[in-house]
T-cell receptor, first 116, second 114 residues
Framework: AQKITQTQPGMFVQEKEAVTLDCTYD???????LFWYKQPSSGEMIFLIY??????QNATEGRYSLNFQKARKSANLVISASQLGDSAMYFC?????????????FGRGTSLIVHP | DVKVTQSSRYLVKRTGEKVFLECVQD?????MFWYRQDPGLGLRLIYF???????EKGDIPEGYSVSREKKERFSLILESASTNQTSMYLC?????????????FGDGTRLSIL
């Protein structure tokens, strides 16, 4: 069975500073993928970034990067130069195995508040 | 642009009512999902459909059923609503068989059962 753990229920960061949101995972599969989503207070889930287990480089998308440490089974999201609009819930998810139609498993989320 | 539309943002129903939550996607995606989101619990999968008329139970299917008669529409049904089904419900869709593709979500329905 797959499991995603986000140990930080809430995080605070000063505007313009960087912040790291933690995500650890557990799986027995060799091939897997990790997603990060952002959920503002309005409710919609927004896809941010994806990392495949065989990707040699850490994924980056603008101010978002994924610190992927395979041996430690961690896939932390790094947001550089935080903005007030980054205040939201953030969810880490792992895609399931192909035999299971890749059904993803979600963590419980981290609430990020950016202070001016 | 990709669009997943949920029929209601807010819904208030009474205990014992039969409740329908509708979700429509315009991306010709094979896979569709219904999640329930509660504070501190993250997203929990209720049902998954991998094609028309095909469905699989998720982690918490009790008290719910689903219908997928057309590819673009996936309905969640609360057979007899109870107060413990008060929650945020999220619908998502995704293309089939490509593991690195993200899910696309609707805006969510905040359902209150009185």
């Amino acid at each position: 069975a797959q499991k995603i753990t986000q140990t930080q229920p809430g995080m605070f960061v000063q505007e313009k500073e960087a912040v790291t949101l933690d995500c650890t995972y557990d799986t027995s599969d060799q091939s897997y993928g990790l997603f990060w989503y952002k959920q503002p207070s309005s409710g919609e889930m927004i896809f941010l970034i994806y990392q495949g287990s065989y990707d040699e480089q850490n994924a980056t998308e603008g101010r978002y990067s994924l610190n992927f440490q395979k041996a430690r089974k961690s896939a932390n999201l790094v947001i550089s130069a935080s903005q007030l609009g980054d205040s939201a819930m953030y969810f880490c998810a792992m895609r399931g195995p192909s035999g299971g139609s890749y059904i993803p498993t979600f963590g419980r989320g981290t609430s990020l508040i950016v202070h001016p | 642009d990709v669009k997943v539309t949920q029929s209601s943002r807010y819904l208030v129903k009474r205990t014992g009512e039969k409740v329908f939550l509708e979700c429509v996607q315009d991306m010709d995606h094979e896979n569709m999902f219904w999640y329930r989101q509660d504070p501190g619990l993250g997203l929990r999968l209720i049902y998954f459909s991998y094609d028309v008329k095909m469905k699989e139970k998720g982690d918490i299917p009790e008290g719910y059923s689903v219908s997928r008669e057309k590819k673009e529409r996936f309905s969640l049904i609360l057979e007899s609503a109870s107060t413990n089904q008060t929650s945020m419900y999220l619908c998502a869709s995704r293309t089939q068989g490509v593991g690195n593709q993200p899910q696309h979500f609707g805006d969510g329905t905040r359902l209150s059962i009185l």
